[in-house]
């Protein structure tokens, strides 16, 4: 089946350096989706992104989708406190709305 | 609106009795999805639903899980008998066809001794 693996796994940074998270799925995907866990929380919804090589930008968070539509990155630009939690991508694949989660990246910041 | 809203919070249970966890989607969306978070397995679609029916139940583990929904604002997830190694945080979350993501409920913490 499909599988959608993130790396790294944890990252600790000192605040303001900056993050990024990279997801790779097995398949070629509709769309793939971000979202973030804060700890002891849920998935929240960041972004979809549908298209070959498209960027979005949120303030501070860019993503990527692959041109390929099989890998993804999520970059954070001088991180804050409040960036702390686990952020998974979810891939989609054609044909179905069912979302294969990533193994999520655990971010941590150090004051 | 209130957001996906599932029932109980938390549970804990002696091994071998059933367990029944509940949801309710967000009103308008047509798709309900089932999830069960672990550390070893992280995020694991259990199963979904589209407008009431069960599409893909693939990812049930055993017999001794089943889920319904027989409207559109109410699914459960039933857990008969349960066992130690069903303990983990069930996630019900709800979409809508568009770029929006699922909404994901508090979840219920499920633990089995």
């Known amino acids: 089946g499909q599988q959608v693996m993130q790396i790294p796994q944890y990252q600790h940074v000192q605040e303001g350096e900056d993050f990024t998270t990279y997801c790779n799925s097995s398949?070629?995907?509709?769309?793939i989706q971000w979202y973030k866990q804060r700890p002891g929380g849920h998935p929240v919804f960041l972004i979809q992104l549908v298209k070959s090589g498209e960027v979005k930008k949120q303030k501070r968070l860019t993503f990527q989708f692959g041109e390929a539509k099989k890998n993804s990155s999520l970059h954070i630009t001088a991180t804050q406190t409040t960036d702390v939690g686990t952020y998974f991508c979810a891939g989609c694949n054609f044909g179905n709305e069912k979302l294969t989660f990533g193994t999520g990246t655990r971010l941590t910041i150090i004051p | 609106d209130a957001g996906v809203i599932q029932s109980p919070r938390h549970e804990v249970t002696e091994m071998g009795q059933e367990v029944t966890l509940r949801c309710k989607p967000i009103?308008?969306?047509?798709?309900l999805f089932w999830y069960r978070q672990t550390m070893m397995r992280g995020l694991e679609l259990l199963i979904y639903?589209?407008?009431?029916?069960?599409?893909?139940d693939s990812g049930m583990p055993e017999d001794r899980f089943s889920a319904k929904m027989p409207n559109a604002s109410f699914s459960t997830l039933k857990i008969q008998p349960s066992e130690p190694r069903d303990s983990a945080v069930y996630f019900c979350?709800?979409?809508?066809?568009?770029?929006?993501?699922?909404?994901f409920g508090s979840g219920t913490r499920l633990t089995v001794v």
């Open positions: 639903f589209n407008n009431n029916v069960p599409i893909d």
């Open positions: 009103s308008g969306h047509n798709s």
């Open positions: 398949t070629t995907l509709s769309n």
């Open positions: 979350a709800s979409s809508s066809l568009g770029p929006y993501g699922y909404t």
